[in-house]
């Protein structure tokens, strides 16, 4: 009978619209119970300015801080870990394996998986390395990082913006513009070196340790610091870092980082932080350098991570990025241009003409990647860059369209069927210049004019500039 009960537990953990599964165990009901201390508990923690609890476990493992977890994760749509089991296929799982998995949790028994390494290229040369943990552990990882999150939050520094709720890349641009607009011209440009990769697990544990008193939270935290990697097929024990890829890393990075923010602060320095990268901004280019030799050794020798001497540099603020960004000396940003370049190969690959697909496939695959870039420099200074970019996108889709008529006749009466005169349409067609330089004619641009595009749904970035903006 209590197996029935725990079986609709699981189900009802997942199954919002099973209203009729709410019937725990005892056991399962004392893990439930903990979600209604959450609020209080939290509340009291935050006025005693530490978290030495012995039951953060149990708010983990609660029915509501679990479902949310799934439901981020699920979100995500990450790929299989090591395990090779969906996302999709966790509930299925939970009802069979969930109580097991919350009792050796709950008891400290529990132990991760390793996490499956995945190497991605870098935008500038290098590789970045990936963990991708099992659905199962990235589960638990989000549980936890929802639990800890709302005890950090309120000891983060105000001038760190990465991974935090409520803040933003914009936001950090929209502080370092304003240190430039003060008269603070000389940015000292801080890179750590493999940073996710030089992680000190002591020193981590150690920070943990005076915020946390759960000894079995902390135990699966440093169970999943040393969790192993799969790397060609052989398992190999980690000794320091944390892996890229995992919910709870953000987390772990800025507890990390949290201990250079404080010393920033104490210095008086005026900074801003975005994950491992940060700038600080200053008035000359000797007290830069300066401030540049203090923070690397600070970095070194009480933190134990890597300086980057390569990257980290001192010089005026338009002579470097910050996200993508470049900000000038009157406190405006453009948008880098590396970044521009970047985008521009991205839309070659959508738009190469050897794909052998739809133009109406085209423009659906092209609408979200220039969404998303809209979306992420809209605050730029760019109108007349979103113009130039606009119309070669244009003058790509052009190239594009009239390739696919493949013959001299197919694309004559393709122009007809758009308005081009007869005689027009076969000057262009017999020209016996190549598509690019045929895309360009004037025969072209009044077949395919900027009405006509916008009939395609085609995404106007200086069109929505200028909704922004006026």
Not at 140 to 156: D, H
Request: aromatic content about 8%; proline content about 3%; overall charge positive.
């Amino acid at each position: 009978m209590e197996h029935r009960q725990v079986i609709a537990y699981q189900q009802d953990l997942f199954i919002g619209q099973n209203k009729n599964a709410i019937c725990q165990s005892d056991h399962c009901k004392d893990v439930i119970r903990a979600k209604a201390g959450q609020e209080k508990q939290l509340n009291k923690e935050k006025q005693q300015g530490r978290a030495l609890t012995e039951d953060l476990m149990a708010i983990v493992c609660s029915s509501h801080n679990l479902k949310q977890a799934y439901k981020r994760v699920k979100r995500n749509n990450g790929v299989a870990g090591i395990d090779q089991m969906p996302t999709g296929k966790f509930a299925d799982w939970f009802i069979t394996k969930g109580e097991l998995l919350i009792n050796d949790l709950l008891q400290g028994n529990y132990r991760p998986q390793a996490v499956k390494q995945v190497e991605i290229p870098k935008p500038k040369g290098g590789i970045r390395k990936l963990g991708i943990p099992t659905v199962t552990d990235r589960i638990i990882q989000q549980a936890i990082a929802q639990v800890l999150s709302p005890i950090y939050e309120r000891v983060f520094s105000e001038r760190s913006y990465g991974y935090r709720p409520r803040r933003s890349a914009q936001t950090a641009l929209r502080q370092a513009s304003e240190y430039v607009t003060e008269g603070r011209k000389v940015v000292v440009d801080m890179d750590m070196k493999s940073f996710f990769d030089e992680v000190n697990h002591d020193r981590l544990m150690y920070e943990l340790s005076t915020k946390i008193g759960d000894k079995t939270l902390l135990r699966l935290i440093r169970k999943y610091l040393q969790s192993g990697i799969l790397s060609g097929g052989l398992i190999s024990q980690r000794t320091k870092g944390t892996p890229q890829g995992s919910p709870l890393s953000p987390l772990l990075s800025n507890i990390v980082l949290d201990e250079l923010d404080k010393e920033l602060e104490k210095r008086g320095h005026c900074f801003v932080r975005y994950a491992d990268d940060f700038s600080i901004y200053i008035r000359s280019q000797k007290a830069g350098e300066r401030v540049k030799e203090s923070i690397s050794a600070f970095i070194t020798h009480k933190l134990k991570l890597k300086v980057n001497e390569q990257k980290s540099i001192v010089c005026e603020v338009d002579k470097t990025v910050l996200l993508g960004h470049t900000i000038l000396k009157d406190g405006n940003l453009i948008i880098a241009k590396d970044n521009v370049e970047r985008f521009k190969n991205s839309i070659r690959v959508i738009t190469k003409r050897k794909r052998g697909v739809s133009f109406e496939q085209i423009i659906s695959e092209l609408n979200p990647k220039l969404r998303g870039w809209f979306d992420y420099f809209k605050h730029t200074k760019s109108k007349g860059l979103f113009r130039e970019l606009d119309a070669w996108i244009r003058r790509k889709l052009r190239c594009f369209r009239i390739k696919q008529t493949k013959r001299v006749i197919g694309l004559v009466r393709f122009l007809k069927r758009q308005g081009v005169v007869s005689y027009q349409s076969w000057i262009i067609a017999l020209s016996g210049v190549g598509w690019w330089r045929k895309s360009a004619a004037p025969q072209i641009h009044q077949a395919m004019g900027n009405f006509w595009f916008r009939e395609q749904n085609l995404f106007n970035l200086s069109l929505n500039y200028d909704k922004l903006n006026y």
